[in-house]
């Protein structure tokens, strides 16, 4: 195919502003064979710098004049840390050149959250894998293709990375794992996503955006609960065929491809100019999706594919709570509400005193006329205000809207938006408030009204007076008590109770001071959304579980009401205080608490496939995982102790790591649950002394000591690891002798390099992976070392699941402690109120 005059032109223009050619010793290749490897050191003459601060040290170039696409070590600023990208340059034939106009813009990189450092390598090893290797040796990313018969590794005139086989099939290839980018012919379908990269700290507070495709349009999205879209490329007819549905950048067009048998006949496209050079796209940390060209003057955004009428559409825009307007952002609020950042009102504002059901009372409502919330509040649910009576939407009116917001503790705002009849009326519940919108009425034809609901300061001058009265009345017994020792005791009894009642109102004012505590629910509130605790669906040691429903009539609740005093409460406060003000996708969210006086529940999200034990202990047939579904649930509560170990501000252990304590939802993901016997502690501590805690069997051997890290919880995470692999008890008292210990027979087994036979045996599918399943043991064998500083940490585990990473090779597989074994059966006797049961 020929080029056109303003493409040669263009061309010829670029070639003319060439300043940096590397020596002849520097020509780089398209591919690469088995065996190869590549150091990022800045000093290699083939290392090429920018005037915008960033540098890129070349391993694969099309050889080409012009822009094209190259791979290898990228870095920006300061060069500290690098990236192994795909990249788009200019090259003169194999040659990548410096012009100061026109800089490198990476479309694809590995390691894009863990950088590597100077001298790290690259390497492409005899076996197939392709592996980064931190300056240090640490593994930083793999795409995980050893023993899957690579012959070599070539980087396409497309811009993708292919690993090939000897007959040129693909093994492996970057476009089946989209960045933030894509570039022209790059398909997104089900399954994948873009995800901005975010190096503005700025941006890190809010969830992150994403854009993903289903099987009748692509959604650009707020990863909140429920997802909240805000812009979609649709398609609006019936699809008839199986083909997969997908997204691509073309010539002239964003297309969206869900139904149509011919590639050149889209469902859905927005046009876009035509390319007279390379162009991409990139999704952006401000909700943006821009189409990017290289020209004369160096690249420029000629599109964006998610615009709208008005900026203030994007859902983070003025972070939470705030209300943009003409692309300013305001507070709803100076007296409720008061701004994250004095200087940037962008970042949103929080809420001068949170929300609390136990004083429901001092609740009330500001009033935003011509306010909403989203461009596609289609996408959010239309609340149903009371579905006894089968009402429908004709029904609706604002004021029932605030009334059903006002009865449901884990509603922030009444959303109710109108039309000229009452039949055109919607009424939202919103759980979480991001960017408000001012509605331009001269744009639509339809009304808006906000009533965000604001917590009022209590009446707490009521009770002062109550206060003295009690002051004055334990004076009056102590008077007396001097006089008769009969009044005395009286006098302590009563002083006693109203001690433990000034203190239980202490505890709750405590809780209340919390910063990020969930919703705080009366008892009488739960009782009401339990139907008298009427529906069990777990007792144990500590309490009872029971099934509920919001006010909203849909979504589902566990409470949890703990029984007992001393060391239930300290459950309670753990647990509240460790999980109450974390969110993570693997830890089982905490919605509220009610803390009145002696009655202690929990609020969780309803986990409908309940735990994890009964899926892997084969109590009936019904209940079994498959090997990839079990894959994934080691890999989801790893992630979740992961977060728990470093990414919270303070470190949290959270000690009872076992199958009851994993709660799998309606599509298996995993959830760690039951904080009650937590830990939390500085980040500066490496360990700390505490009594034992925990469940006989999970516990790590330094218990003994009572000095633990949180590689304690790494055991008990190996140990379950073990059970979902074997699909048995870790002691199962219903095994012969020799195997009724299980830690005991995976040593012995792995002694004689049987470890197959442990492989769940009631499970056809994982017999059919057996070969996988010995190799997760290896993981668990690695968790499971006596040692604790021979463990690895979650992290690290989480690298070793997802491929990046190799379990440590020299394991000792003596891992049976048979003293802590009988010594952990005396303890269960000796503290009962710490060491937990099944809850």
């Keep these: 195919m020929g080029i056109s005059l303003t493409q040669s032109l263009l061309l010829c223009f670029l070639l003319l502003h060439y300043v940096h050619l590397p020596s002849a010793e520097t020509f780089r290749y398209p591919t690469a064979s088995l065996s190869t490897s590549w150091t990022n050191s800045p000093s290699l003459d083939g290392s090429v710098h920018f005037s915008d601060g960033s540098m890129v040290i070349p391993i694969l170039v099309r050889a080409r004049l012009g822009p094209s696409f190259a791979c290898g070590f990228f870095c920006n600023g300061t060069c500290d840390s690098y990236l192994f990208a795909i990249f788009i340059v200019q090259t003169g034939g194999a040659y990548i050149t410096s012009m100061s106009i026109v800089f490198p813009q990476v479309v694809w990189s590995a390691n894009r959250n863990n950088p590597v450092r100077i001298n790290s390598t690259l390497q492409l090893t005899s076996d197939g894998d392709f592996i980064l290797k931190d300056s240090d040796g640490f593994i930083a990313w793999s795409t995980n293709t050893a023993g899957k018969s690579v012959a070599g590794l070539n980087l396409t005139d497309m811009g993708n990375l292919v690993l090939f086989d000897h007959n040129n099939a693909t093994v492996w290839q970057s476009f089946d794992y989209p960045t933030d980018s894509l570039v022209p012919g790059q398909k997104l379908v089900a399954g994948q996503k873009l995800i901005p990269s975010i190096s503005d700290t700025n941006w890190t507070e809010l969830n992150l955006l994403s854009i993903s495709v289903t099987d009748e349009r692509a959604v ?230 906000v009533y965000l609901k604001v917590q009022n300061a209590s009446n707490t001058e009521a009770r002062v007076p109550q206060q003295k009265r009690k002051s004055r009345s334990t004076i009056i017994w102590s008077s007396l008590g001097a006089f008769s020792g009969l009044f005395l005791v009286i006098g302590v009894i009563v002083l006693l109770v109203w001690k433990k009642r000034n203190a239980d109102v202490d505890e709750e004012d405590y809780l209340d001071q919390v910063p990020g505590m969930p919703t705080r629910f009366s008892y009488k509130d739960l009782k009401a959304l339990t139907e008298n605790f009427s529906k069990v669906l777990g007792e144990g040691g500590f309490g ?17 009401r703990l029984n007992g005093l001393g060391q239930v409460k300290k459950s309670f406060l753990a647990e509240v205080e460790s999980i109450g003000r974390i969110h993570h996708v693997n830890l089982v969210r905490l919605l509220g608490f009610c803390a009145d006086k002696s009655r202690r529940l929990l609020v969780y999200e309803f986990m409908s496939n309940g735990s994890l034990d009964k899926w892997i202990f084969h109590q009936t047939h019904e209940f079994t995982l498959v090997w990839q579904q079990r894959k994934k649930i080691i890999l989801d509560i790893a992630k979740g102790l992961t977060y728990l170990h470093e990414d919270c501000t303070q470190k949290i252990l959270h000690l009872d790591i076992k199958p009851q304590n994993i709660l799998l939802d309606n599509t298996f993901n995993a959830k760690i649950s039951d904080f009650g016997l937590s830990k939390l502690i500085d980040r500066d501590q490496s360990k700390v002394v505490t009594t034992m805690r925990g469940t006989p069997g999970y516990l790590a051997p330094e218990w003994l000591s009572s000095v633990i890290t949180e590689k304690a919880d790494v055991y008990s995470f190996g140990v379950v690891v073990l059970e979902l692999l074997c699909g048995r008890r870790n002691v199962d008292r219903s095994q012969p002798e020799e195997q009724m210990h299980l830690i005991r027979h995976f040593e012995k087994k792995a002694e004689e390099n049987q470890l197959s036979d442990l492989v769940d045996n009631c499970s056809e599918d994982m017999q059919l992976h057996k070969a996988e399943v010995v190799s997760m043991m290896k993981v668990a064998a690695w968790c499971l070392q006596k040692d604790y500083a021979m463990r690895p940490s979650m992290s690290m585990v989480v690298k070793v699941l997802e491929g990046v990473a190799e379990v440590e090779p020299n394991l000792n597989y003596n891992i049976s402690n048979p003293s802590f074994t009988t010594t952990s059966t005396q303890v269960t006797q000796l503290l009962p109120f710490v060491l937990s049961g099944p809850r």
């Design 544 to 560: 009872s579980v029971f099934e509920g429903t919001l006010n909203d009539g849909t979504t589902k609740i566990a409470v949890k």
């Design 220 to 449: 650009a999205s707020l990863e909140s609960s429920p997802p909240q879209v805000y812009y979609e490329f649709k398609f609006y007819g019936r699809k008839k065929n199986r083909e997969q549905t997908y997204v691509i950048l073309q010539n002239g067009s964003f297309a969206l491809f869900a139904n149509s048998s011919k590639p050149s006949q889209p469902d859905v496209y927005r046009s876009i100019p035509e390319a007279l050079s390379v162009q991409y796209i990139r999704f952006c940390p401000d909700g943006h999706l821009r189409v990017y060209e290289m020209d004369t003057d160096g690249w420029k955004q000629v599109a964006d594919l998610l615009s709208t009428p008005n900026e203030c559409f994007y859902p983070i825009v003025c972070g939470n709570y705030g209300i943009c307007s003409n692309g300013q952002c305001r507070s709803p609020s100076t007296t409720y509400f008061k701004q994250i950042n004095d200087t940037q009102p962008n970042l949103g504002f929080s809420e001068t005193t949170p929300l609390s059901c136990e004083d429901s009372l001092n609740h009330s409502f500001i009033e935003l006329n011509d306010t909403t919330y989203s461009p596609l509040l289609s996408d959010l649910k239309n609340v149903d205000l009371d579905p006894s009576k089968g009402k429908k939407k004709e029904n609706l009116d604002l004021e029932k809207c605030k009334e059903a917001c006002s009865k449901n503790c884990s509603c922030k705002a009444a959303i109710f938006k109108y039309g000229s009849d009452s039949a055109r009326s919607y009424c939202y519940l919103p759980n979480q408030i991001f960017s408000l919108i001012n509605n331009d009425r001269r744009g639509v034809h339809y009304n808006t009204t």
